[in-house]
């Protein structure tokens, strides 16, 4: 069979050739998912110490699969003050956090200040600290909401004292679906110009998918490829890159998305497998827990994954449509875990560099 005389070549795959890999049987492509994931990561489980905040969830738009913007099923909107939310970075601090990930809502009652602030002044205070915050999502609202190009925000941004983007608002490049669950948010070119202008600009970043809604395979293969394109451009020009791929399994409650039909276990483990194959420039593929559960998320590490994400402490995006992920979890689970697994847990750090090795 072609497919497995290219794999075995370790060829680069084409969008037929990511059609192909889904009609494989689940272990045949699990197995060579897991020998690319351990040519490049060995045996080790990537996670950190990280704090998600999510400032506010009043937004101009309704993306269809979204529980947690403020919306007829989820009437209480909210906006912190700067204040609450350095209560939060003074707390987590303490347990020795070391990324603080932001993502917030489209919300226009709110200036770019108020956003862009929230970076400095955690940054004034704790200089160690990573952060991880604007999805590309959010760049495009505050660019056209406020008359700036994008380059202005993303420079803007480096200078209040953003370190790494997060991979958000990707959900799915295709047009004609993202059309229909979220339509009126950055469009799929302007998301994929956002992340190649911010790693002209020397920057890492991330890169998700929305997928198990009412996207089909060939629209995942697409996806990764129109993904890969963009990496392919950062090694060019040897400057920044994307770290790692997230595909984030469609949580289904709460929001408006009619979904008839939910993908199994098999479904999304194939997924994994495949964006591990197809992306073969980008290193990490992160089986983000709170989407695909803990414990599919570690069986997600032998079919191409290497990376759980982190500690979160708290989640409001995904547990708000169902996730069992609002609280978090810590260290030690992460540890126990991967070794229980027979794998290497590793605290990683937000670009990836290891700081302790279990
Ligand atoms: O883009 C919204 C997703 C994303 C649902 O970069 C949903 O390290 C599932 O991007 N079911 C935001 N997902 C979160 C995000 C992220 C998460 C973890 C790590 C990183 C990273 C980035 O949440 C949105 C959207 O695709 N989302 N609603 C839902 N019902």
Known sequence: MEILEKLKNKERLSYEDGLKLYELDLFTLGKFA???RRELNGDKVYFNANRHINPTNFCKDVCLFCAFSAHRKNAKSYTMSHDEIMAIVD???KRDTKEIHIVSAHNPNVSWQWYLEIFKMIKDKYPHLHIKAMTAA???FLAKNNGFSYEEILDKMIEYGVDSMPGGGAEIFDEAIRKKVCNGKVKSDEWLKIHSLWHQRGRESNATMLFGHIEERKHRVDHM??????????????KGGFNAFIPLVYQRNNNYLKVKKFLGSVEILKTFAVSRLMLDNITHIKSYWATSTINLALVAQEFGCDDLDGTIEKETIQSSAGAASKNGLTMKDFIDLIKTAGLTPVERDSLYNELKVY
């Open 34 to 36: 897991n020998a690319k």
């Open 138 to 140: 959010e760049v495009d």
């Open 91 to 93: 707390d987590t601090v």
């Open 225 to 238: 490829l129109r993904l890969r394109d963009v990496q392919d451009m950062a090694i060019k020009n040897g």
